[in-house]
């Protein structure tokens, strides 16, 4: 469900920063970790399904971004980003 940014609080903003930039980390670790373990597969045995599952979640990782850039861009907006 999308939210519309401009009517949320100073406050309510700041947690959905808060929670997108957390959400987005956790889940660029995972594909890090999943690129990891794939290129070690590939190398200690042959091609294998879980070898392309980083592939298949990283059209959900640039959604994610993508809403952490919009929130990000709301926050300098209204001049309530904290650090950079």
């Known amino acids: ?26 889940f660029l670790g ?6 990891i373990s794939s290129i070690i597969t590939l190398f200690m045995s042959s091609i294998m ?3 392309f599952l980083p592939l298949a979640f990283l ?12 929130v990000k861009k709301e926050m300098k907006s209204r001049n309530i980003m904290k650090n950079g």
Do not use: C, H
């Open 1 to 26: 469900m999308k939210k519309n940014l401009k009517g949320l609080t100073d406050d309510e903003l700041q947690k959905e920063y808060r929670d997108k930039s957390i959400i987005f980390s956790i």
């Open 30 to 35: 995972l594909i890090i970790v999943m690129v």
């Open 49 to 51: 399904a879980n070898t």
């Open 59 to 70: 059209p959900l990782l640039l959604i994610f971004w993508k809403q952490f850039n919009n």
